[in-house]
């Protein structure tokens, strides 16, 4: 372990930088993205082709799955497709697929914010932990109303929250 405090901040939809590219858009119509039959990940430049194409391998749980007709290509001499530069999808780290209403089997609802905090010991006598909640606590400010948030705090285990009672409760796993 090397010792350095980390974090992660996703952005969803967030406005692009000056110098990067817009995220491409893939619209699959009515047969919506190709996606793993077992833990259903969208295809993405990761996955492998075997058997002239005919076969997808994903690679986060290595299922191996066929592919529709409508999603064939013919691989090259390094069985690749084929058709992968011209497919954002399969080149791309980022895009955003447009998936058919019957992808989803509940309706669209409201983004919620979860905000996942380190609290072991390290952190808080580093004075990670402080800075982590003095910003968190400007950042509510600006947050639209109405939203959902959910805070979980991790050490050894993981503590979720309970918010929308009159004294928060917390869970410990």
Known sequence: TSQIPIAT????FSDLAEL???IPVVDSSEHGP???NRCKAYVNA???WTNRGRQANCNLCGCKMGVP???LCSLDEKSQRRDRNERPELSKGSVDHRAPAFYSETPASVPAYVFAIDVAEASVSSGV???VCASLRALLEHLPQHVPVGILTFDASLHFYRLDAPEARQVTI
Request: net charge neutral.
């Open 20 to 22: 990067e590219k817009p």
């Open 46 to 48: 990761g996955f492998t």
């Open 34 to 36: 190709l996606r793993c």
């Open 69 to 71: 007709d409508h999603y």
């Open 129 to 131: 932990l402080a800075q």
């Open 9 to 12: 901040h996703c952005c969803p």
